[in-house]
């Protein structure tokens, strides 16, 4: 079973400037998440879909940051403009259910110069 | 709002030895904990949890004892290996959160051959 892909790897980009990750959960998967890891801290929860409805964005900056997950498959991340505290690992994850085991993609680590 | 806190940032054991990770949560709403471990440049991949309502749970090398008067739970790895070696995070879940996790800063475990 193929697991959770992320896309870029890296990306290293100026403040001001717009990017985009992109997440394929695991097939079947309708739950998946965008989590924030900064150096040293744990992830932290950005915004969780239940197939294409958006379950929690709470911690979701919205004034810069936006998700869609299209069709309730393939997700994608923006942040537009970044800062430089936007420097992170953005780490996607899926789960079969809300409630079940999330599985995690490499993660996309992003600088903000 | 620290929810979830791993004091120790690392942990240097021997190998054959034990290994003891600890985890304080504040939230009493939570009620499902998780650890998960992680690796460079992967994703955090799930390794044991407990419900509240237990207080021990074992998979092979792996217990994670919880104390909920304490708010307090440990991971426990007998015997530790140089495979063991990564970054632990704990994680906790609420009933009422849709699946979403509060994850604690992480432990970095390193075991000496």
């Known amino acids: 079973e193929a697991g959770v892909a992320q896309s870029p790897r890296y990306k290293i980009i100026e403040k001001r400037q717009s990017v985009a990750f992109w997440c394929n959960p695991i097939s079947g998967h309708a739950t998946l998440y965008w989590y924030q890891q900064i150096l040293g801290q744990g992830p932290k929860l950005l915004i969780q879909?239940?197939?294409?409805?958006?379950?929690?964005d709470s911690q979701l900056p919205k004034d810069r940051f936006s998700a869609e997950r299209l069709k309730g498959v393939d997700s994608t991340l923006k942040i537009q403009p970044a800062k430089l505290e936007d420097s992170a690992v953005y780490l996607c994850a899926s789960s079969s259910g809300q409630y079940n085991e999330q599985f995690f993609g490499p993660g996309t680590r992003l600088t903000v110069l | 709002d620290q929810q979830v806190k791993q004091n120790s940032p690392s942990l240097s054991v021997q190998e054959g030895r034990i290994s003891i990770l600890n985890c304080d949560y504040t939230n009493s709403m939570f009620d499902y904990f998780l650890w998960y471990k992680k690796y460079p440049a992967e994703g955090p991949t799930f390794l044991i949890s407990i419900s509240s309502i237990k207080d021990k749970n074992e998979d092979g090398r792996f217990t994670v004892f919880l104390n909920k008067s304490a708010k307090h739970l440990s991971l426990h790895i007998v015997p530790s290996q140089p495979g063991d070696s990564a970054v632990y995070f704990c994680a906790a879940r609420a009933v009422s959160s849709y699946g979403k996790l509060t994850f604690g800063q992480g432990t970095i475990l390193t075991v000496h051959p």
């Open positions: 879909f239940q197939n294409n409805g958006v379950v929690d």
